[in-house]
């Protein structure tokens, strides 16, 4: 058995186990697409301007407008 080979092959299973969960592939318009799993996960999140406080509806939006700027690509 040639057991020079075995060290070689080690070095390509670390590179499998950090590059299968990065990404998932998705086909939008024959094109295909990336999906964080933040994407998969995170939501838009609503509120209600008459209810809930200033504070809280400026940080809804802030999260909103990071969510389409990493989910949506604007």
């Known amino acids: 058995m040639r057991t020079w080979l075995k060290p070689k092959k080690l070095w390509l299973l670390p590179i499998l186990l950090v590059t299968s969960g990065c990404a998932a592939g998705l086909t939008v318009a024959g094109k295909p697409q990336l999906i964080s ?38």
């Open 37 to 74: 799993d933040y994407c998969r996960i995170a939501k838009p999140i609503t509120y209600d301007a008459t209810k809930d406080t200033q504070d809280t509806v400026v940080q809804v939006e802030l999260h909103n407008s990071q969510w389409v700027a990493v989910c949506e690509g604007k």
